[in-house]
């Protein structure tokens, strides 16, 4: 099975390496740092398992998830993370992704969830298992979109850029559009979110996990 981490901790990609690599029949095929760059090798590569961290600049884990899952249908995603709000749940289950481990029980059950998404099956980490659960019987299931889902996928990655402190020019240059465009992705992303600051823009963000403070 081979395997690719995107993390922008070296010490988690490391550690994360070490508990894999035991096993005799994987392979990590690829390390990212960023979002983008685990979308290029997911497309380019087409491993079996991506395992991705959430707060990831650039592109974050979220958004990461739904182009690979869209660039390499059959790679099975799997999240690792320190969240576990039901929100962030939520918007996990709505990119595709079918594993969530929290770092935190990544010791205990990581192993068990690369196992299961090699299977095409889905794992939870047990603490995230019971939110699913409980999600699955309120009035807006797990699974759904909240939130975020005003906006478009490109204007999600325009407000990470934006909360991350880039301007027009260097969005424009890192999506490879025009000023223009630019500036109109983020009037268009103020006026959806009612958003009167940049402050107001900063604090959406970190509420979704867009970017970690």
């Known amino acids: 099975m081979r395997i690719l981490i995107a993390d922008d901790h070296e010490v988690v990609r490391r550690g994360v390496c070490g508990l894999l690599e035991a096993h005799p029949r994987w392979r990590i095929c690829a390390e990212a740092v960023e979002g983008r760059e685990a979308v290029e090798k997911a ?9 991705l961290d959430i707060g990831m600049p650039g592109l974050n ?8 899952r869209d660039a390499s249908p059959r790679s099975e995603v799997l999240i690792l ?3 576990e709000s039901e929100e962030v749940i939520r918007e996990v289950l709505a990119t595709g992704a079918r594993g969530y481990v929290l770092k935190s029980d990544a010791g205990r059950d990581l192993v068990s969830a690369v196992e299961a998404l ?10 995230v298992a019971a939110m699913v659960v409980h ?3 309120s009035s807006r299931p797990l699974g759904e979109q909240g939130e975020l889902s005003m906006l478009t996928h490109r204007e999600r990655e325009v407000t990470q850029l934006l909360a991350e402190g880039k301007g ?5 240059d890192i999506l490879g559009i025009s000023v223009r465009t630019a500036e109109t992705h983020r009037t268009n992303i103020m006026r959806k979110l009612g958003c009167h600051s940049f402050s107001d823009l900063v604090r959406y963000a970190i509420r979704n996990s867009l970017i970690v403070p």
Do not use: C, W, Y
Not at 43 to 51: E, S
Not at 61 to 68: H, K, M, S
């Open 118 to 127: 090699g299977r095409h099956e889905p794992f939870f980490t047990s603490r």
């Open 81 to 83: 993370t320190m969240h």
């Open 43 to 51: 497309a380019r590569l087409r491993p079996d398992v991506v395992i």
């Open 168 to 172: 027009n020019k260097e969005v424009a």
């Open 61 to 68: 884990g979220l958004e990461a998830a739904r182009q690979i």
């Open 135 to 137: 999600g699955s019987r």
